[in-house]
């Protein structure tokens, strides 16, 4: 098979990488992509593959992450460069703990986050996850009526997508009511980091301040959680000890579990709804098919994860030199496998660019990743899309786009979302 020309990096590509991953998994199903030093894996056999063999696909990729931020440094003016050191020095270290870690260590931070996901504990927060989504879908409702818009439009990201998830990780840590404007403003910034896209040096020093001031926030409740114990996650957090250390997390430790809810748990599941939404709109069909109907919801909710994975790729540094689908690999390479690719992969997916709410096995797509670093929220995150959808679809018909030009998605490399989408309905 001829090999593909393809570069990820294309703001088109970036904006719609499936027509590029689809030439690279029939040509080349692990590809240099030389502006990134990285090998791209996009089948789903491989990125399975690659995933479940931690010992030669580590996770100890912290330094990939950090080569755009030091990029960007070296790229800042004299001046922004001696206001981020002085931010810097006041800024607590962060260890890896989860996604970056690999087993033994991963593990023992790993089973004492475990707790905060069982399955009574997702349950028993139900009500409180509906009463959010409750809460937003009449704020959409009166969205409608805003005068702000045109009469009869309103915008879904801002008014449904991003708030449910952000309202609900902050209930959940238990951030008080007056530290949540500064923690929405916060965890948005946080997520924006994995986008690896340039700033300029006056948003960087922004990002550096409000991290910094983050910590302090962090460090604050965690201090009060220790001495005050509440019904919320901070407060377990805080308060338990590390598996065979027989000793609470450092305050170091505590931020980097916290930072990984606030980049990996907010924005994936903003964009889940918004590409859901996108979807419900553009098959207006599906919308009474699905109505009233949890199981296929369900399904549905796995197909928007599958056809629009919020996390496209996340990498892995080779520890040995090895071969993938007989592609060789050296010790020190970093790949980068591609969920978004593997997810519609037509090896996998019969009809892989098309949604189908009846897909037999539409959970073993693998937006969440898949072995010891599947993520841990995804328990979460599903009753927030399985809940979110039901609930839309109850209080509203006809849901459509309220502009005639499709919505773009924004030109991302690896959290991949929209970033707006005006919508009419009609009230149920
Ligand atoms: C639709 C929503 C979500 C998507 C698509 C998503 C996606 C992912 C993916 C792909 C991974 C695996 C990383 C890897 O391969 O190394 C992951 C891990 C993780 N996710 Fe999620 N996530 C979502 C929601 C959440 C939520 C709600 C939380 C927490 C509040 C969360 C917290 C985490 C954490 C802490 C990890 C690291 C787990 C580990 O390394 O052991 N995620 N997520």
Known sequence: MSEATVSLFDTETLKNPYPAYKSLRDSQPVYFEAAMNIHVVTRYDLVREAIKDT????????????????????????????????????????????????????????????????????????????????????NLAQGLDDSAQPEGVVEFVGTFADPVPLRIIGDRLGIPEEDRAFFDHAATQAASALRLTPLSGEALVERARTALQLQQLLVRLVEERRSEPQDDMITILANSKLEGDDRELTHGECISVLNQFLVAGHETTSST??????????????????????????????????????????????????????????????????????NRDERQFAEPDSIDVNRAKAGSQLAFGAGVHFCIGAPLARQELNLGFAALLAAGRDYRLAAEQLPQSEASFILRNLPRLDISFTPA
């Open 55 to 138: 010992a030669t696909f580590s996770s100890r990729y912290d330094k990939f992450l950090g080569a755009s931020q030091e990029m960007m440094f070296a790229q800042a003016s004299e001046e922004v460069q001696q206001q981020l050191i002085e931010l810097n020095e006041q800024m607590i270290e962060v260890p890896p703990t989860m996604l970056t870690l690999d087993e033994p260590d991963h593990t023992k931070y790993r089973s004492l986050v475990n707790q905060l996901f069982v399955a009574a504990r997702i349950k028993a927060a139900q009500p409180a996850v509906q009463a959010v989504i409750d809460n937003c879908i009449s």
């Open 273 to 342: 709804f918004g590409w859901g939404m996108l979807l419900l709109c553009q098959h207006p069909q599906l919308q009474e098919q699905l109505r009233g109907n949890e199981k296929l919801i369900k399904t549905f909710c796995e197909e928007v994860l599958r056809l629009e994975s919020p996390v496209q790729g996340l990498p892995r540094l080779v520890t040995r030199d090895t071969d993938l689908g007989g592609y060789p690999l050296r010790a020190g390479d970093m790949v980068m496998l591609r969920y978004g690719a593997a």
